[in-house]
Structures are given as structure tokens and as C-alpha cells.
């Protein structure tokens, strides 16, 4: 089914982060809702409060809504905004990596623990010192390594972070110009219990075909948000969101820190200007999550879907049913 339904109807979600726990297949996205902010580029009819956590037993059939897993009133560095979350297991803990706000109005990403993979989750006090931007993705290696990427220009100020410190003066630039490589998502090692980074915070390379990164003027390729990670053979799936273009795009690379090859698109623009994503494997097949705005029709109320993934005979990544 090339254009198939929301899985979820009763509320709208967006950016979708899929993982199989417990031989589940457990989705946590954000919660759009209602809002009479006015579309910008800033992001602000992006109004999200709180998660919800789906899961499945079956592709395809009944989807539980086990309600909100965590708050942004029960988060106490949080200013407003809960944008696109992820979650991770270790050691039989689960843990909910989500950005927002602090009072300052300075996007950072925080951590909550639960015991369950449904929630509820417990948020630590503070967010995760050292990171900023939106968009965290968590990534746990066959080592038990774990990694954090996150990063997202514009609205999600990555642009104001390239001395390393922020910049409020930045913002206004949105990306890179001129003769220079794009603006890189960022990478950092995870603690042993989840919590801080032990490692400083570096861009990750994403070059192109010639071998150098992609330069800033590639729109169509270049990162723009929405960091995701997967491994498949013994390789790094690095895939984003090219955002003002609404591509998909995937790289791949021989270790999860990078560097990392341009390999081509995942999916083509959706209706709604944002696209965020998610990479599973369940139960034998390999499915890709999404979002998009069929059901409302604004930009700003989504709605997950997803479409099963195939790869080809050199890896490479496609959609089992071609886009319609």
C-alpha cells in the first residue's frame, strides 16, 4: 500500500521514533496540538507539550495508546516546546531523549528513566549538559556503547552553535552560505547509565560523491535535521532530513561516529513542510515511520505513518512499494 493510512487517529504525532522492546513494536513521537500560532520559521506552531507512547504487537494490527509517558510540567529546566523525542534501552532501563526549550528559550535535549518501555518516565532534573539543538537520536551498539546525535537548523538553532558556544546574533543566518560545507549534525558518546556525555560533542561528516562534505549549496542533500541511526551488515546507516528540500536521505559509514558516504533518498517530499523518520527492523522486515499532514491538511498537525523498506543487492535502501 503505497499511501497508507495514519496509524494513529485519535490524536495527531509527528516525528516517530520506532524500536522493538520486549518483542513489541513501540513508537514514541511528538504530540501535535492544537494551535493559533501562525506558521514561521521559527517553528513556533511546533506548540508540543507532552508524549504519548504506541505500541503493537503485529504490523498491521491494533495500536495502543498507553497516554502520556512524560510532560513538559514535570520537567523542571523545560521552558516550552517538546519536540521530537527517542528512546533507548540498557541494561533493562529505558530511557526518553527528548529537546526543548529551557527558560532562556534555548533548545536542549534532557533525559527521563523508566522501567517499562511504555512509561511512565521519570525526567532527570537537568538537561544533559553539553548538548543543544533538537532532534536527539540514541543509538546503542552490539558493544553496548551508546551514542546521542542530535542538531536541526533554523528553528532548531544548530546555526547558532558553530563557534561552540551559542550565539543568540547567529540565528538570523538559518545555515551555511556561500563556498563553504554544509552545517554538520553532531555526535557524542553516551554515558554508561545514559545520562551525560563522555565525549566532546563533534560534527559528524557526511561527504559526498566526490569525498568531501557536502557543500552548503546542496539543498537536496545536505543535513538540514532529524538524525537517525541503524546498523545492517555490520554498517552505519546515518539517515535526515534534508528539510526546505523534504527529502529523506541516507548516508552510510564504517563507524557510528563517521565518517559517512552519501548513498541516495529514502523518500520524497510528503504533504506538510516538515519530514522526520524512523528505521526498524521487526520481525524479519525492515519498515520505515514517518509523518505526514494528510489527515488535517496544516502544516503544523501530523500524522505518523509507515511503509516497509527493502534493501537492494548493494545495500543500498528503498521503499518496498514505490511512492505514489
Not at 551488515?233 to 528539510?243: E, H, I, L, P, V
Request: charge should be negative.
Amino acid at each position: 500500500m503505497s499511501n497508507p493510512k495514519p496509524i494513529v487517529d485519535h490524536l495527531f504525532t509527528a516525528d516517530p521514533s520506532a524500536h522493538v522492546f520486549n518483542g513489541k513494536l513501540y513508537v514514541y513521537p511528538s504530540h501535535d496540538r492544537e494551535t493559533d500560532i501562525q506558521d514561521n520559521d521559527n517553528g513556533d506552531q511546533y506548540d508540543m507539550n507532552d508524549y504519548h507512547v504506541f505500541s503493537m504487537d503485529a504490523v498491521g494490527g491494533p495500536v495502543t495508546d498507553h497516554g502520556v509517558a512524560l510532560k513538559a510540567d514535570d520537567v523542571p529546566w523545560v521552558g516550552k516546546q517538546m519536540w521530537a523525542p527517542d528512546a533507548a534501552e540498557k541494561d533493562g532501563k529505558f530511557y526518553l531523549f527528548f529537546p526543548a526549550r529551557d527558560k532562556e528559550g534555548v533548545f536542549r535535549v534532557g533525559v527521563a528513566v523508566a522501567d517499562k518501555p511504555e512509561g511512565p518516565f521519570k525526567p532527570e532534573p537537568d538537561y544533559i549538559q553539553g548538548s543543544y539543538s533538537i532532534d536527539p537520536a540514541s543509538f546503542v551498539d552490539d558493544d553496548g556503547q551508546a551514542y546521542l546525535y542530535f542538531g536541526g537548523i533554523w528553528g532548531g538553532q544548530l546555526q547558532c552553535w558553530r563557534s561552540g558556544k551559542f550565539d543568540k546574533a547567529a540565528y538570523e543566518t538559518m545555515e551555511a552560505t556561500g563556498d563553504e560545507p554544509a552545517l554538520l549534525p553532531r555526535v557524542a558518546k553516551l554515558s554508561e547509565d545514559m545520562k551525560s556525555l563522555t565525549s566532546d560533542v563533534q560534527g559528524l561528516v557526511i561527504n559526498d560523491d566526490d569525498g568531501k562534505p557536502i557543500h552548503a549549496s546542496k539543498h537536496d542533500r545536505r543535513f538540514f535535521e532529524a538524525a537517525w541511526v541503524h546498523k545492517y551488515k555490520g554498517k552505519y546507516y546515518f539517515s535526515y532530513s534534508t528539510g526546505d528540500t523534504h527529502f529523506l536521505a541516507y548516508a552510510i559509514g564504517e563507524s557510528p561516529m563517521g565518517p559517512f558516504t552519501y548513498a541516495g533518498r529514502i523518500l520524497d517530499p510528503v504533504q506538510g513542510w516538515t519530514t522526520h523518520h524512523s528505521i526498524v527492523e521487526f520481525k524479519g522486515k525492515w519498515y520505515l515511520f514517518y509523518h505526514d499532514t494528510s489527515l488535517s491538511g496544516k502544516n503544523h498537525l501530523r500524522s505518523v505513518k509507515m511503509r516497509e523498506l527493502v534493501y537492494d543487492s548493494e545495500d543500498k535502501l528503498k521503499l518496498a512499494e514505490p511512492q505514489s
